[in-house]
């Protein structure tokens, strides 16, 4: 119950595509989900994160799509660039009294010149 | 404002050995986590801290891993004696506080190789 699923596991866009990457949970109690991009040699870095009283967050060209009665959740990014290639990891948070985050597997974009 | 800083950047030990891995926080951040990633994965949680109380160290392997947050800042997580399947990144995170779901900033992480 306290998976996050995501996929796919790699990715390949032309630059100028929407690259989409999907997420899934079971817990109903994860109520922060947040997006984290990590290049090689780096630690993850926070992208994007939407709570569940919206459905939709967008920042610049990156935007998370949610549907809590599917308890899914995903990352748009539109008009892809080279600069974008790194891996994405979903997570999902209980911000109650865990307080922990909860990673999928991670998604390897590369977006082709 | 410098961000969570981990040392060393990287490390080579022979199994059986002992290793210790430093993490400093954000200045100010309650909650501190320490993670694994392996090859290809998403981080695991390993043990996270609310100032210096470890609140949750369920997936930490007692038997040869431990950590302390000595005055609820710096952090060190050790492992010994070490074994072939410990190679891997361990990932420092910190958190105004976690308890509410705010962001988590990681530090660049300690790659491990055990030969």
């Known amino acids: 119950q306290q998976q996050v699923k995501q996929s796919p596991q790699s990715l390949i866009v032309q630059k100028g595509g929407i690259s989409i990457i999907n997420c899934a949970y079971e817990?109903?109690?994860?109520?922060?989900f947040p997006w984290y991009q990590q290049f090689p040699g780096k630690g993850p870095a926070l992208l994007i994160a939407?709570?569940?009283?919206?459905s939709e967050k967008k920042e610049g060209r990156f935007t998370i799509s949610f549907n809590k009665s599917a308890k899914q959740f995903s990352l748009h990014i539109m008009d892809s660039q080279p600069g974008d290639s790194a891996t994405y990891f979903c997570?999902?948070?209980?911000?109650?009294?865990?307080?922990?985050?909860?990673f999928g597997k991670g998604t390897k974009l590369s977006v082709k010149p | 404002e410098a961000g969570v800083v981990q040392s060393p950047r990287y490390k080579i030990i022979e199994k059986k050995q002992p290793v210790a891995f430093w993490c400093n926080p954000i200045?100010?951040?309650?909650?501190l986590y320490w993670y694994l990633q392996n090859l290809g994965q998403g981080p695991e949680l390993l043990i996270r801290?609310?100032?210096?109380?470890?609140?949750?160290d369920s997936q930490l392997p007692k038997d040869r891993f431990s950590a302390e947050r000595l005055k609820g800042v710096d952090s060190t997580l050790k492992i010994q004696p070490a074994e072939l399947g410990d190679s891997a990144v361990y990932l420092c995170?910190?958190?105004?506080?976690?308890?509410?779901?705010?962001?988590?900033?990681f530090g660049q992480g300690t790659r491990l190789t055990v030969v």
């Open positions: 995170a910190s958190s105004l506080d976690g308890r509410v779901g705010t962001e988590a900033f």
């Open positions: 817990n109903t109690a994860f109520d922060y």
């Open positions: 939407i709570r569940p009283d919206v």
């Open positions: 997570a999902a948070g209980d911000g109650g009294s865990q307080g922990n985050l909860i």
């Open positions: 200045s100010g951040h309650n909650t």
């Open positions: 801290y609310e100032n210096e109380e470890a609140v949750d």
